[in-house]
């Protein structure tokens, strides 16, 4: 393991990938299982399926083997066939993302009507690699069962996975890293970056909306596949790795910064965006999800492409792309300020959200969102000099605020309510509304973290707007909510214990982020009725792995590529940190180590692209900044401005 002793060099100077052992990633598209879970029947020598030396594993009537891949996984079953002794053979194979669903008889679900079928493969053809078409890939699984179930004797070879996640990233070679002194912290950063990997997929594969039993597959009722091209490429982001492999704008408020900090898939991101604002209406209203899905508009999530337009921007730093899309852009604020009334703010009136139960009136999550994608417009007309709108958008910004703490703040309970005619107290709107900068103080702010903590449970954060449920694209906000309160502590008690349980619990996949589940930590989602079809790899489920970066070792890009930037850790109670990632510009990178929890930096050090400026923020902190190249700025009030180089702190006192 890479040490913290050269504080100086960034590590990925020293180590191409560094922390590579946390990557989840596999090293090779061919995978085979790594250990059995259960067998039924007659099969003889099923281990050998586990062995890359192979040897064989004999079925005999009707038998099964339930085989583990150690994590989730995503891609393309082959069955190699020595021999059967009928004509009439068949082998199946069931998948299922968590072990409450290992079945010889079918697969977790991908749709609304029960259980996916299992894959039938007739062997009775004799000797050969058995492989379907590229539409049954299945894109999210750790569990495999091969079936028998006809009275023939069948030996089977080997079984092997072809991996198709991320299919156009060099899997291990991840752009960023993340390491501190709680390894249970480090693992959630990288089983947050593999779940987004998970949910990368070749356009050419997308949800087909529908069940279909054909080819293959022996006539079922509920088969499945995955055929329907929902963007322009060789790679997008999509929602859920298993199911909803579509392209979703709500997730993306999530999974694009946590992408950006851990592979840098940017193109992947860029290909989703473009199917969502080719879909655009001539009154500028966006999607509420991508093709062929088209239902439903959704006020909330027309907000979210704007924001991912601008976040992909930010990190992309391309100014021509966005010059591209502006237009657009600013069709689609106007789509949105056309439903701010009389008393300043938007009056919702469509439903369709992120699962939350209602949404409408003058509801505190939209308007939250709305005053955040205002500020974020004011920034990009900055950029491309198209300031014509700022003046009207800036005005309407101060309204939404303004009449948001006149019209929807209960100071008796510290949070905002979720609209003037309901006591319910939203997990999604207070947490945006400290992340938009709707409060209008530090100590507003403050009370919000503190009544938000003060509401979890023994498996993490409720989201009440949801029924007894916890959401984990939510609890990312509100994950950036206590950082930006200035808790960090109670941030990262978050993370142990939201995303510790769906990291360690036996239920879950162990490697990737659930979609969501029940207040009482059983696996059940109360939008859905069908428990089997929750999405074990869900990229709005990705937080912690931006947040660790942006906040806990605090690297911010605060212009376009990191042109601008912001260095302001919150370690919390972490002792030491490592962290960064790149963008055209270049390696940004952090390093600290503290002797104890809270206490002043014996070690503090950043690089940052040459090209670049920006400010470094250690609050309570003195000393000086000394670069490589020997320029000395003295620290005033815990703040100082650089421009980029190598750094490290001299002379610290707190």
């Given at each position: 393991?890479?040490?913290?002793?050269?504080?100086?060099?960034?590590?990925?100077?020293?180590?191409?990938?560094?922390?590579?052992?946390?990557?989840?990633?596999?090293?090779?598209?061919?995978?085979?299982?790594?250990?059995?879970?259960?067998?039924?029947?007659?099969?003889?020598?099923?281990?050998?399926?586990?062995?890359?030396?192979?040897?064989?594993?004999?079925?005999?009537?009707?038998?099964?083997?339930?085989?583990?891949?150690?994590?989730?996984?995503?891609?393309?079953?082959?069955?190699?066939?020595?021999?059967?002794?009928?004509?009439?053979?068949?082998?199946?194979?069931?998948?299922?993302?968590?072990?409450?669903?290992?079945?010889?008889?079918?697969?977790?679900?991908?749709?609304?009507?029960?259980?996916?079928?299992?894959?039938?493969?007739?062997?009775?053809?004799?000797?050969?690699?058995?492989?379907?078409?590229?539409?049954?890939?299945?894109?999210?699984?750790?569990?495999?069962?091969?079936?028998?179930?006809?009275?023939?004797?069948?030996?089977?070879?080997?079984?092997?996975?072809?991996?198709?996640?991320?299919?156009?990233?060099?899997?291990?070679?991840?752009?960023?890293?993340?390491?501190?002194?709680?390894?249970?912290?480090?693992?959630?950063?990288?089983?947050?970056?593999?779940?987004?990997?998970?949910?990368?997929?070749?356009?050419?594969?997308?949800?087909?909306?529908?069940?279909?039993?054909?080819?293959?597959?022996?006539?079922?009722?509920?088969?499945?596949?995955?055929?329907?091209?929902?963007?322009?490429?060789?790679?997008?982001?999509?929602?859920?790795?298993?199911?909803?492999?579509?392209?979703?704008?709500?997730?993306?408020?999530?999974?694009?910064?946590?992408?950006?900090?851990?592979?840098?898939?940017?193109?992947?991101?860029?290909?989703?965006?473009?199917?969502?604002?080719?879909?655009?209406?001539?009154?500028?209203?966006?999607?509420?999800?991508?093709?062929?899905?088209?239902?439903?508009?959704?006020?909330?999530?027309?907000?979210?492409?704007?924001?991912?337009?601008?976040?992909?921007?930010?990190?992309?730093?391309?100014?021509?792309?966005?010059?591209?899309?502006?237009?657009?852009?600013?069709?689609?604020?106007?789509?949105?300020?056309?439903?701010?009334?009389?008393?300043?703010?938007?009056?919702?009136?469509?439903?369709?959200?992120?699962?939350?139960?209602?949404?409408?009136?003058?509801?505190?999550?939209?308007?939250?969102?709305?005053?955040?994608?205002?500020?974020?417009?004011?920034?990009?007309?900055?950029?491309?000099?198209q300031t014509s709108m700022a003046t009207q958008w800036a005005s309407t910004a101060a309204g939404i605020k303004s009449a948001a703490n006149k019209?929807?703040?209960?100071?008796?309970?510290?949070?905002?309510?979720?609209?003037?005619?309901?006591?319910?107290?939203?997990?999604?709107?207070?947490?945006?509304?400290?992340?938009?900068?709707?409060?209008?103080?530090?100590?507003?702010?403050?009370?919000?973290?503190?009544?938000?903590?003060?509401?979890?449970?023994?498996?993490?954060?409720?989201?009440?707007?949801?029924?007894?449920?916890?959401?984990?694209?939510?609890?990312?906000?509100?994950?950036?909510?206590?950082?930006?309160?200035?808790?960090?502590?109670?941030?990262?008690?978050?993370?142990?214990?939201?995303?510790?349980?769906?990291?360690?619990?036996?239920?879950?996949?162990?490697?990737?982020?659930?979609?969501?589940?029940?207040?009482?930590?059983?696996?059940?989602?109360?939008?859905?009725?069908?428990?089997?079809?929750?999405?074990?790899?869900?990229?709005?489920?990705?937080?912690?792995?931006?947040?660790?970066?942006?906040?806990?070792?605090?690297?911010?890009?605060?212009?376009?590529?990191?042109?601008?930037?912001?260095?302001?850790?919150?370690?919390?109670?972490?002792?030491?940190?490592?962290?960064?990632?790149?963008?055209?510009?270049?390696?940004?990178?952090?390093?600290?180590?503290?002797?104890?929890?809270?206490?002043?930096?014996?070690?503090?050090?950043?690089?940052?692209?040459?090209?670049?400026?920006?400010?470094?923020?250690?609050?309570?902190?003195?000393?000086?900044?000394?670069?490589?190249?020997?320029?000395?700025?003295?620290?005033?009030?815990?703040?100082?401005?650089?421009?980029?180089?190598?750094?490290?702190?001299?002379?610290?006192?707190?």
């Amino acid at each position: 393991m890479l040490l913290l002793a050269s504080l100086l060099l960034p590590l990925a100077a020293v180590a191409s990938v560094p922390y590579e052992e946390y990557i989840l990633a596999p090293s090779s598209r061919d995978l085979i299982p790594t250990s059995v879970v259960q067998v039924n029947g007659s099969v003889t020598n099923p281990k050998s399926l586990t062995q890359s030396s192979g040897g064989g594993a004999t079925f005999k009537g009707i038998s099964s083997v339930t085989y583990d891949f150690g994590k989730n996984i995503a891609g393309l079953v082959s069955l190699d066939v020595s021999s059967a002794s009928s004509s009439a053979a068949f082998l199946g194979v069931t998948f299922t993302e968590s072990n409450l669903w290992i079945s010889s008889e079918y697969s977790d679900a991908t749709g609304n009507s029960g259980y996916d079928s299992p894959l039938w493969f007739n062997v009775g053809k004799g000797p050969g690699t058995y492989t379907p078409e590229a539409k049954y890939q299945r894109g999210g699984f750790r569990y495999l069962t091969v079936v028998s179930n006809t009275t023939a004797t069948v030996k089977l070879k080997s079984l092997n996975i072809n991996f198709t996640a991320a299919p156009t990233q060099s899997l291990r070679d991840y752009k960023g890293w993340f390491h501190s002194d709680d390894e249970l912290i480090d693992k959630i950063w990288y089983a947050g970056a593999y779940t987004n990997q998970l949910c990368t997929i070749d356009p050419k594969y997308g949800d087909a909306i529908t069940s279909q039993a054909e080819d293959i597959t022996l006539p079922e009722t509920n088969a499945w596949y995955s055929n329907q091209t929902i963007a322009n490429g060789s790679s997008t982001i999509t929602d859920g790795a298993k199911r909803d492999r579509l392209v979703w704008p709500g997730d993306m408020a999530i999974s694009l910064e946590s992408i950006a900090v851990s592979t840098g898939d940017l193109y992947s991101i860029r290909m989703g965006l473009e199917s969502l604002f080719a879909l655009q209406q001539p009154d500028g209203q966006l999607p509420y999800a991508g093709a062929p899905l088209g239902i439903a508009v959704s006020y909330t999530y027309h907000l979210h492409n704007l924001i991912g337009l601008s976040f992909l921007y930010r990190y992309s730093g391309d100014t021509n792309w966005l010059s591209s899309y502006w237009d657009q852009y600013v069709l689609g604020v106007k789509w949105a300020l056309e439903s701010v009334d009389s008393s300043g703010l938007a009056n919702v009136t469509l439903s369709a959200d992120w699962l939350r139960f209602g949404m409408g009136a003058h509801n505190i999550e939209a308007n939250a969102i709305l005053y955040f994608v205002l500020q974020d417009a004011q920034t990009l007309a900055k950029d491309l000099n198209q300031t014509s709108m700022a003046t009207q958008w800036a005005s309407t910004a101060a309204g939404i605020k303004s009449a948001a703490n006149k019209l929807l703040w209960d100071s008796s309970a510290g949070l905002y309510r979720d609209n003037q005619t309901t006591t319910l107290h939203p997990q999604d709107g207070n947490a945006w509304a400290i992340k938009a900068n709707l409060t209008l103080s530090t100590s507003q702010s403050l009370t919000i973290s503190k009544a938000l903590k003060a509401r979890w449970g023994k498996y993490g954060a409720p989201a009440p707007e949801a029924g007894a449920t916890i959401s984990p694209f939510i609890g990312g906000f509100e994950l950036q909510a206590h950082y930006l309160a200035g808790r960090p502590d109670a941030a990262l008690d978050l993370l142990r214990l939201q995303w510790g349980y769906m990291l360690l619990d036996s239920k879950m996949t162990q490697s990737t982020f659930i979609e969501g589940y029940s207040t009482d930590g059983s696996i059940h989602y109360a939008p859905y009725t069908d428990d089997a079809r929750i999405s074990h790899a869900h990229g709005w489920s990705t937080g912690p792995t931006y947040a660790l970066t942006a906040y806990t070792a605090g690297i911010q890009l605060t212009g376009p590529a990191g042109s601008y930037w912001s260095i302001a850790p919150q370690p919390g109670n972490l002792t030491t940190v490592d962290a960064g990632f790149s963008t055209s510009k270049g390696i940004f990178s952090v390093a600290l180590k503290r002797s104890s929890s809270g206490g002043g930096y014996s070690q503090f050090s950043f690089s940052v692209p040459s090209a670049t400026s920006g400010t470094v923020k250690l609050p309570g902190v003195s000393g000086t900044l000394v670069s490589k190249t020997g320029q000395k700025v003295k620290l005033v009030n815990g703040v100082a401005a650089v421009p980029g180089g190598n750094w490290k702190l001299q002379g610290s006192r707190s």
